[in-house]
């Protein structure tokens, strides 16, 4: 049996088409064959997406190299470009180095490219035919003892699967104990200097040359009115042109240099505190050392020479501002627990109404407003005021992850050249808005399923959160909500600035699952009376808390602690309350949870339907 996930990019043209944890499949195809060739090339014809076989894209105009390098892709495509490795001679262990995919289904996509070049080269001969038809169907040449055989050791198999490990196979796995843990989070490597007066965030690792690179302005001196624009204007960098380059010239000097560079804000809460926050625009880019100066050079080009008064700005700006709105739609409603969350975390967070009027579905209403009732001239203004005192060197922190003594001298000058000073413009610590305050809301979008997140702020944040968190998802929610409610996902999320949410994911009932949610603070309290063991739970906890980090990751986990101001004796306190989690502890946050459930906002997107019986007090449509 095979299934392979109908991922629609088809119809949404404008997405992201790289595949992680979020769930992007609309639905699935299931086939079946006596062999696993067969079952694939079935279900590759049952995803009816212009495809029938692993030949189904053209990939003639990459190298080697190229290809290769396209292998640690994670998207819809892979599959095709792992076949085409294999026709272009790509070994089966370079493949497996790079894709971690398992060298038995390497075989059989060799196996299958095999037969396509036989079928294209050869002449078609009964024996040639008859193999091929083997490959798809090869139980057409089994007799009947020889099928009853193949069975008798499948249903072995499973019986061997589906049996109970004695006491003694249990002891023989190896499996780890909390004295095994680290007692200490992992170290982020930062250094604070300032060269020239520049201040810098300097992240020594080894980045086996590469260098890792992030401008940071501050933007505490927008309105709450202003930042849809702010957030319009960042995705503008680099899909305009420049004094100096054409779109164009500027999207191959990107892809040459650096593969790709973006333009973002971010939020950071000041000590976790929910009503403390300071803004960042952002431009993130990595280059090889070699090219630091170049990338730098594109980077200012692009933050301070991008221009709003040609004859073809107008016409670019509504297509860009009109692909970005699709783009968000499509955000909203194939990931709708996300714009929940986001929703609820505005009403009692200053960094979630950031984050809502930047790019959550504040910002989409804006963007059709703005597209509805198209005034180019009231637009540019708006645009051109912000962009004034958008970017600065007094503005400016530079982050750099790498072998950063053999650059940041260089980086330093340069920006101090290339970028305009603006020494009138406010330095303030955080930005001067709100948070909305609670309320129960609903975004009806096209769908006849739901997201559904409730939850508020609680108190100070304590590490024995997470584990709560990670039991109510795995012993509670998954149970009620994903088994028993048929939900494609769901779980508790705790954060840092004091809140606890609920969310579910792909919902037949949002109405339920927000009850259900109301009991996870009983189910706590009595699982913690049971004096359970802990010990998986907090391994699992502190597994979360301590991915493998790529040299790029460690930059951005050390900025981010560096903005929040969480010194490391405040890391090593929640790592060991983490660590001490015990049942007493666990009734203790059960209290918590109730009250985030009781107290908390709600926001439900979904069908029109999926809005009845959720208690809401305003329903909006996307």
């Not at 992030?214 to 995705?235: K, Q, S, V």
């Not at 783009?327 to 929940?340: I, L, N, R, S, Y």
Request: charged share 25%; net charge negative; glycine share 6%.
């Amino acid at each position: 049996v095979v299934k392979l996930p109908r991922l629609p990019f088809d119809k949404f043209i404008s997405a992201k088409r790289t595949l992680t944890t979020q769930m992007k499949a609309t639905g699935e195809v299931m086939s079946i064959c006596d062999n696993f060739e067969g079952a694939l090339m079935k279900a590759i014809r049952s995803l009816e997406q212009h495809v029938d076989s692993l030949m189904s894209y053209d990939f003639t105009d990459l190298s080697v190299e190229e290809l290769t390098e396209q292998l640690e892709i994670v998207d819809d495509m892979r599959m095709w470009r792992i076949a085409e490795a294999i026709r272009r001679g790509v070994s089966y262990e370079k493949i497996h180095e790079i894709t971690q995919i398992d060298e038995w289904f390497i075989d059989k996509f060799a196996i299958i490219t095999e037969m396509e070049e036989r079928l294209r080269t050869e002449e078609l001969t009964p024996e040639l035919l008859k193999e091929a038809k083997r490959i798809e169907d090869e139980s057409a040449m089994w007799s009947d003892k020889t099928r009853e055989e193949i069975i008798a050791k499948q249903e072995r198999l499973e019986a061997w699967q589906n049996s109970e490990d004695t006491p003694e196979q249990l002891a023989a796995l190896p499996h780890l104990e909390l004295s095994d843990l680290s007692r200490t989070p992992q170290e982020q490597p930062i250094e604070e200097l300032v060269i020239d007066g520049q201040k810098l965030l300097v992240h020594r690792v080894n980045s086996s040359g590469i260098a890792y690179i992030t401008l940071y302005f501050d933007e505490n001196h927008y309105t709450e009115a202003e930042l849809p624009t702010l957030g319009l204007l960042c995705r503008l960098f680099g899909n305009l042109e420049t004094t100096q380059s054409s779109v164009e010239e500027l999207n191959n000097r990107v892809r040459l240099l650096c593969g790709s560079m973006t333009f973002f804000i971010s939020t950071f809460n000041i000590k976790d505190d929910s009503s403390c926050c300071t803004v960042k625009l952002c431009a993130s880019f990595s280059t090889l050392e070699s090219n630091v100066d170049q990338a730098v050079s594109l980077a200012a080009e692009i933050l301070t020479q991008t221009r709003f008064d040609t004859a073809n700005s107008e016409k670019a700006v509504l297509d860009l501002l009109r692909q970005i709105k699709m783009g968000c739609f499509e955000q909203t409603v194939m990931g709708g627990h996300a714009a929940a969350l986001g929703r609820v975390s505005a009403q009692m967070s200053v960094s979630g109404v950031v984050s809502e009027c930047t790019g959550g579905v504040t910002f989409y209403h804006w963007l059709k407003a703005q597209e509805e009732n198209w005034n180019w001239n009231s637009l540019l203004e708006k645009l051109t005021a912000l962009y004034a005192k958008a970017v600065s060197k007094e503005q400016l922190t530079i982050s750099l992850t790498g072998n950063t003594d053999a650059y940041a001298v260089n980086v330093v000058q340069m920006l101090q050249e290339l970028l305009p000073s603006k020494p009138d413009i406010l330095k303030i610590q955080t930005i001067a808005i709100k948070p909305w305050g609670i309320k129960k809301e609903g975004i009806i979008i096209p769908a006849d399923i739901a997201f559904a997140v409730r939850g508020t702020i609680t108190g100070n944040y304590n590490g024995a959160w997470q584990t709560a968190a990670k039991i109510v998802s795995l012993s509670y929610l998954w149970n009620v909500i994903r088994v028993q409610g048929g939900a494609y996902g769901t779980g508790m999320l705790t954060r840092a600035n004091g809140g606890f949410y609920c969310y579910s994911y792909r919902d037949p009932s949002a109405r339920e699952s927000l009850r259900k949610y109301l009991d996870c603070s009983s189910f706590l309290k009595e699982f913690s009376a049971q004096n359970p063991d802990l010990t998986g739970f907090i391994i699992g906890t502190v597994s979360d808390q301590s991915p493998l980090q790529t040299p790029r990751m460690k930059g951005q986990a050390a900025d981010n602690l560096y903005w929040r101001q969480i010194s490391w004796e405040e890391r090593c306190t929640r790592w060991q309350q983490i660590l001490e989690t015990t049942p007493e502890k666990l009734a203790q946050v059960a209290e918590q949870i109730s009250t985030a459930m009781k107290e908390g906002g709600i926001c439900v997107v979904g069908g029109a339907e999926q809005m009845e019986g959720c208690g809401l007090d305003e329903i909006i449509t996307l």
